[in-house]
């Protein structure tokens, strides 16, 4: 397959000169119909024995997008391969356009819905790239953000679905697991309602015993000021330190709603919890939630209200005082997609042509690397590794994809050498022999050139005996 059959190669050096303009020129962002409150505050600092994992405060230029180190682009109307409409029934299509997606220049996060002419709706979805947020062995987990709901009540209001929430980290690379693998809403709103929203999601669907697609759920009005009038912090506490283990969700410093993991059985709660999640936030138009409040959009409803986010953050306490790995396992001999990472340096997600669809790693360079927790290799020895990979680079420059555990500056257990593949979605499987090996370890893909262009895009991975 040629190059451009495939999804079109981002390049990391473009992307930042991108940024760089952007920011430069601090466009504004057009189709918005509401002025942006000034009103912005910087996270607080953690409390007394609490650890920042994570922090975005959204501070940059009027008009750029967010930082890509941290985030990425949800697109489109649906993950490929996975339930059309995002699975919720939502009529727009997510972009990555500064139009939908941009910071305000006070030091927001702005995800504005638009309609265009023809009455097609677009919107906005960002996710985190970590998808190992948890909180320690017999500690806790606070997810935390200050966020405006869109302004609009009552008929113009009508379809409008915000939310901030988290997905178990399982789903990505399989968009077919739900909800088994866990889903925690902290905040959702829809039809400009001054009511908040919080819910985990669980065990099986329709019914099972979380009540899908419900779930367990609570609400409860905005305090003071409405939902949609003004700022609220929204957050989630996971607490592995109580017995039986439970979440909680706050408004404002007010506990509302309260999942124990005693509620469900200990397979359904083991199997939504035991691994990391990420965080995503989104403003949606229709699907199933407004539809139990009214439906819409509709001709009635108004485009143009953004979702304002002042900050993200995350925080850990007790325990090892930090997330640690997945208490569970991946097969080391299964397909591990090679998007479901835990940890990464100087990679991007980005859209496959290649079978089964999903997504690719990209933008791979020297000194890049991404890490995947707790691979499982058993007791009969590992001595074969194999990836699908697909490279466009240029006549004469290629990498080495290697194997290391544990840690990224280990000595590689093996590696394979890669060049042009004959475009960056055009893919091949290709083997290569390790050292043996046994055991549970944390897995690190790193990538070594002789030079600084990029060289591969890694789809899938596995190992064998």
């Keep these: 397959m040629s190059e451009t059959s495939g999804t079109p190669r981002r390049r990391r050096p473009l992307r930042r000169a991108l940024v760089a303009v952007l920011g ?3 466009l504004a962002v057009a189709g918005a119909t509401v002025a942006t409150p000034s009103a912005s505050a910087s996270a607080p600092p953690p409390p007394s024995g609490w650890t920042q994992v994570f922090l975005d ?29 995002w699975g919720t029934g939502e009529v727009e299509t997510m972009t990555s356009s500064r139009n939908n997606v941009s910071l305000d220049g006070n030091g927001n996060l702005r995800i504005t819905p ?3 002419a023809a009455g097609n709706w677009t919107s906005g979805r960002i996710e985190t790239n970590r998808a190992d947020f948890q909180p320690p062995a017999g500690g806790k987990l606070r997810v935390e953000a200050r966020i405006q709901v869109p302004n609009v009540t009552g008929a113009a209001a009508k379809g409008y679905w915000p939310a901030f929430w988290m997905l178990g980290a399982p789903y990505r690379g399989n968009y077919w697991n739900w909800p088994a693998v866990g889903e ?10 001054n009511t908040v929203w ?5 065990g099986t669907s329709p019914g099972g015993p979380c009540n899908e697609t419900s779930g367990i759920g609570g609400s409860t009005a905005c305090p003071g000021t409405a939902c949609t009038a003004g ?29 124990r993991a005693n509620q469900v059985d200990a397979t359904t709660w083991a199997n939504a919890t035991d691994h990391g999640f990420y965080i995503i936030l989104n403003v949606a138009m229709g699907g199933g939630f ?3 409040f009214g439906g819409g959009p509709d001709g009635g409803t108004q485009p143009g209200h953004p979702m304002l986010v002042d900050y993200v953050q995350v925080l850990s306490a007790g325990g090892s005082g930090t997330t640690p790995p997945p208490t569970g396992s991946r097969d080391a001999y299964g ?28 933008a791979l360079a020297n000194g890049d690397w991404v890490q995947y927790k707790g691979v499982d290799f058993g007791s009969s020895a590992a001595r074969q590794f194999s990836a699908r990979v697909a490279s466009g680079a240029a006549s004469g420059v290629s990498g080495l994809v290697e194997v290391r555990l544990d840690s990224r500056t280990s000595a590689p257990v093996g590696s394979f050498a890669v060049g042009s593949t004959g475009g960056w979605q055009s893919w091949r499987t290709i083997p290569a022999n390790i050292g043996p090996v046994t055991g549970k370890h944390d897995v690190y893909l790193t990538f070594t050139s002789g030079q600084p262009a990029d060289f591969v895009n890694v789809n899938w991975f596995t190992f064998g005996r």
């Design 231 to 259: 700022f609220h912090t929204y957050r989630m506490e996971w607490d592995r330190s109580t017995s039986p283990e439970e979440i909680r969700f706050y408004v404002d410093g007010v506990n509302y709603h309260t999942v």
């Design 114 to 116: 638009l309609r265009d």
């Design 57 to 85: 405060d959204f501070d940059g230029a009027a008009g750029s997008g967010v930082d890509t180190a941290d985030w990425q682009y949800a697109t489109g109307t649906g993950y490929p391969g996975g339930p059309a409409n």
């Design 184 to 193: 925690l809403d902290i905040m959702e709103n829809t039809q400009g309602l």
């Design 24 to 26: 430069t020129l601090g």
């Design 335 to 362: 397909t591990i997609q090679a998007e479901s990472f835990d940890g990464q340096s100087g990679v991007i997600t980005e859209a496959t042509s290649d079978s089964g669809g999903g997504q690719n790693i990209g």
């Design 290 to 292: 407004p539809n139990a």
């Design 198 to 202: 919080a819910t985990m999601h669980c």
